[in-house]
């Protein structure tokens, strides 16, 4: 026999292997050689499945037999995980999503809750923003304030028009003349006193706008009860003066003073005059008396030899003591000032020729030296009064 042909046994253990073959891919049971059916085996996991063969006419050359396929083993099966271990979290596939199929919608929204709390944050921004450019709220307006300052040193009327100024209601002459907070006679004053010149205190009061001039003289007359304590009454009981007296000299004191330095002197003049019974020779009051008479808040010409010679209980030239009233209103240093006058013995002063502050004198002569003086540079300054340089 040729090698091409193939006997009968061989054909027919061809067709045999063919038919184990497909009976092993359908999983039906293989004849085997005594005509009994077993079992087909199964191809292990990874074996190629190999096509079914057709099966070749009886008349078809035989070939030689390819080689037998290696059997197919099924695959082993993967033992479960522990009932225990819970499962793995599933991996992020590429694309940013879940392998979990159920899982798949919460990146969209993630990404939406991210984005709706970025679109929160950017109009939180915005309305701060908002509220910061704003303009506050104006606050209800309080009422106004009203900063009296009286200096001091003024007169009644001289007030009167620092209250007309500020547009206190009502007059404050008629306001000043007497009011229930304080009466003159408690200090000693006559009963003829005329008005509350000297105890009108001055200071800066702050009132609301559209006050009354009474007002301001409550204020005033309170400020004077708490600046003028006991300590002065006593002390013009020893000079031996009335705490009205002392008022009137403070009252002086004030109106006459060219530096601070000068009030104790002052007052040392004054009263060692009063002592001796000379008058006392303060222009001061004869200008208060011209004021009286013209009805003028402040006169401030040169006094004339006829104004000199007035008849008034003011022209204290011509009178003997001190005035009738006080010609200002003192502050607290020029109250000090009269309860504790220097004690130096001076009878007399006159501006110095610089205008800063006063020369005092002991006697007549020396006095009519510094008056002379004084004329020369006044004289000098086209016959007016000099003024201290930098006041």
């Known amino acids: 026999m040729s090698g091409s042909e193939r006997t009968a046994d061989e054909r027919e253990r061809a067709r045999a292997e063919r038919a184990r073959r497909r009976a092993a891919r359908s999983g039906d049971a293989v004849p085997d050689d005594d005509g009994e059916a077993q079992p087909t085996p199964q191809p292990a996991a990874g074996d190629e499945q190999l096509p079914p063969e057709q099966e070749a006419p009886a008349d078809a050359p035989v070939t030689a037999a390819p080689p037998p396929e290696p059997a197919i083993e099924p695959a082993a099966a993967e033992p479960p995980p522990p009932p225990s271990a819970p499962p793995p979290p599933a991996a992020p596939s590429d694309d940013g999503g879940s392998t979990d199929g159920g899982s798949r919608g919460r990146p969209f929204l993630a990404r939406g809750a991210a ?13 701060l923003i908002r509220h910061i450019e704003k303009p506050a709220a ?7 304030i009203e900063h009296v300052t009286v200096p001091e040193g003024k007169t009644r009327m001289q007030t009167a028009l620092l209250a007309r100024a500020h547009r206190l209601k009502g007059s ?3 306001a000043s003349v007497r009011s229930p907070l304080l009466d003159p006679a408690t200090y000693g004053a006559p009963a003829t006193t005329p008005n509350l010149e000297g105890f009108l205190f001055p200071a800066t009061y702050d009132l609301y706008a559209g006050s009354t001039s009474t007002r301001l003289v409550e204020e005033q007359l309170e400020a004077f009860k708490e600046n003028f304590s006991a300590e002065y009454a ?35 003049v004054i009263y060692n005059r009063l002592h001796e019974g000379i008058p006392i020779g303060i222009d001061a009051s004869i200008y208060y008396a011209i004021e009286l008479e013209k009805h003028v808040p402040t006169y401030t010409d040169e006094l004339t030899e006829e104004q000199l010679h007035i008849d008034s209980p003011y022209n204290t030239r011509t009178h003997k003591g001190l005035p009738p009233t006080p010609i200002s209103n003192p ?3 020029a109250i000090h000032a009269a309860a504790y006058p220097a004690r130096a013995g001076y009878l007399y002063y006159v501006l110095a020729p610089n205008g800063c502050h006063n020369d005092f004198f002991y006697t007549q002569a020396e006095f009519e030296a510094g008056v002379a003086r004084y004329q020369a540079a ?13 006041r």
């Not at 009981?237 to 002197?265: C, G, M, N, Q």
């Not at 300054?381 to 930098?390: A, I, K, V």
Request: aromatic share 4%; glycine share 6%; proline share 8%.
């Open 115 to 127: 984005l709706f709390a970025l679109l929160a944050v950017i109009a939180a921004v915005i309305l």
């Open 172 to 174: 404050y002459l008629r």
């Open 331 to 333: 502050g607290l240093e």
């Open 378 to 390: 006044e004289q000098a300054h086209g016959g007016h009064t000099p003024s201290c340089p930098g």
């Open 138 to 144: 104006k606050a209800p307006k309080g009422p106004t």
């Open 234 to 268: 006593r002390r013009a009981a020893d000079l031996h003066e009335t705490p009205y007296e002392l008022l009137i000299v403070a009252s002086l004191i004030e109106r006459e003073a060219a530096a601070p330095s000068d009030r104790a002197k002052i007052a040392d």
